[in-house]
């Protein structure tokens, strides 16, 4: 297809779930060795061809219930308003979703456990953007709004890739979204939105909208098919046959729940039996809350151990917001680590919420927040 | 003891867990009768004697880390503050505790599932008391403050009960924390903290300290026993030989999980079978977030049924506000109801959380934050 003439080239170590359009993740090895993910090592979720776009002549328009239209070029965005930096993960709200499938197949794109890194944007916060088009005028109604987002990516209907958030979060002082200009200190990579995304922090990746065209201020959830149709989260004993009743009572997913993944050692993975082994993964949750506490199970769950965070409740301690958005890494020395064996974790937040045990009791079609315990098996490494 | 000869009269149906100090909870049919509770069957949770005291000459400090300490008396909190109404379900950390020592002993007030109850609360916002004592000039540094509360109920190491909240959440223009004077158009009765108590809304009940005294702003969280000693969530795995080394590990519990109960029928109540009968429940979250799906299992989890939300996805739709700190009221119809019969139930937010399967997996040597999936048996009624 002509459309896929000028896609991006991308690193060769990732492992491709879907070519066209392209969807990608790294090596969750690789994914663990860096809180902040190398550029080339992100996950990409793409829906159609990258744009071809030229950053000296886009422009994105926010209109709708605006009392001011405005249309601001690249330079506007990055020279007329503060640049806020914030480190945020982004996860596809299909992150894990290929283990779903074993328990009956799902539709989508079938990733692994490394749908998610972790970067550092930096842009105009996209309150400051909409108080330039006046919106401080409708206050006394922003919880009634709803913000949408529009890339230039057609996919489906013939409109852009495009999803809403409610006004409440986009104008929260502590809501951190942004207009990322810029990632890991380098202007956006065509696979990650240039000239510029939306970096909405805390809520799955389907909501940071790449190629950033129209910011439109509705009365209600925008409409594009990807906010109405997609990303819903739907009980288990919802099928194709009944879908279609169900797409208008489940509200759109938006903030993420307690996730993890063990990342080293990978799955199927042959180690030392009652050797010396380190057990080390990522743990995220939503809404900006902090993961506070990791179990790992070596035995099926009959007992825990607590793993080291990186952050070792720092961040708790001292109030420092540097990685409010971020996921948590962690660790577990284990003394005498048994194989065969099956390894299994849960995270826990701090709402006190954690991670469902069983699979089967979350599966959902769409097969979309899959935060079940992960289970990984080793295999004990044969003796020379 | 004379400390207990003081204490107000109660409704005479409430099921007294503890007499001294006096824990009670509501029939769990009464609680779901009524979106807001009643006053006099609204759950009581003390931890000290009643305390005897007098609107007209009880007074507030603020002080700690403030510019300037405050003496405040009730005249001033109702007359020198806009006074602001919030609808707020409190909870007990400790609701559905005497579940968890079936699977092994637990200490604490052996609540049923109904240490939980919804009020309509007036005062002053937390956060307009805070600005009159100047800390407008510390914003820079919130992040890192506490607000501390004190009460007059003497508990432990002479000290009233207390605890503390994060700055951010007291400061939040969206975070509804009040002082309130009166309790669904009353005056606060003695047994729920008269003249004044905090209303921390999205947080456990513990948070929400009554015969309130004193607000101090510090630099690092409260040191009061019930901030420290209490009120936190272990592993499994720690018992009362090491616990002493997880007091400082674990983070206060703050926000609620997502947690549900049946309130009708009620547990081992004998029912026709295969006749008609509508399920009944409650369902709640913390940070103000929204349930948005409880399911409804009758085969023990191999399927589900979706039940009915009283506001029907109202709130998230209109983006009313109203009921953003309330519980959730739900009812499952079934058209054959069988009995003898296990009832299961779940409740999901709007972040995609929700309860955890086995109540063993989630044990801990307090007893708190049980949201297990819970479980109740009905009997066949007998024919005559």
Not at 169 to 181: E, F, H, V
Request: charged share 20%.
């Amino acid at each position: 297809m002509a459309a896929y003439n000028h896609e991006p080239k991308r690193a060769s170590n990732m492992t491709v779930n879907e070519s066209r359009p392209f969807n990608a993740e790294p090596p969750i090895s690789v994914l663990r060795e860096h809180f902040v993910t190398p550029t080339d090592q992100f996950y990409i979720r793409n829906h159609a061809p990258v744009p071809v776009l030229n950053g000296s002549d886009h422009v994105v328009t926010v209109t709708g219930l605006v009392p001011l239209d405005l249309k601001l070029t690249m330079y506007q965005l990055e020279h007329d308003f503060p640049q806020a930096t914030v480190m945020a993960t982004l996860m596809c709200a299909g992150n894990r979703r290929t283990e779903m499938s074993k328990i009956k197949k799902v539709r989508g794109v079938p990733w692994g456990h490394a749908a998610i890194s972790n970067a550092i944007w930096k842009g105009p916060r996209l309150q400051d953007v909409l108080l330039a088009a006046g919106v401080h005028r409708l206050e006394s109604i922003w919880d009634t709004l709803h913000v949408e987002f529009e890339g230039v990516d057609i996919c489906k209907d013939n409109r852009g890739y495009g999803s809403s958030i409610p006004m409440v979060k986009a104008m929260d002082p502590k809501g951190d979204t942004i207009l990322a200009l810029q990632m890991n200190g380098h202007q956006l990579p065509r696979d990650h939105g240039y000239p510029v995304r939306v970096i909405v922090p805390g809520y799955i990746g389907a909501r940071s909208v790449k190629w950033l065209q129209t910011i439109r201020i509705l009365s209600h959830e925008s409409t594009n098919y990807f906010q109405v149709k997609d990303y819903k989260l739907f009980p288990p004993h919802v099928d194709w046959d009944v879908v279609d009743n169900w797409w208008d009572k489940a509200p759109p997913i938006q903030e993420m729940s307690v996730q993890a993944a063990i990342c080293q050692p990978a799955d199927g993975e042959a180690i030392s039996p009652a050797g010396k082994y380190t057990v080390k993964g990522y743990a995220l949750t939503g809404g900006g809350r902090r993961i506070t506490r990791v179990d790992v199970s070596l035995d099926n769950g009959s007992s825990w151990e607590t793993a080291r965070l990186f952050s070792d409740l720092h961040n708790q301690k001292t109030g420092s917001h540097l990685t409010k958005w971020s996921w948590e890494f962690w660790e577990l020395p284990v003394m005498s680590m048994p194989a065969p064996c099956t390894i299994i974790c849960r995270a826990w937040d701090e709402s006190c919420n954690t991670m469902p045990e069983d699979l089967k009791q979350i599966w959902n079609l769409r097969g979309v927040m899959n935060n079940s315990w992960v289970k990984i098996n080793v295999r004990a490494l044969s003796k020379v």
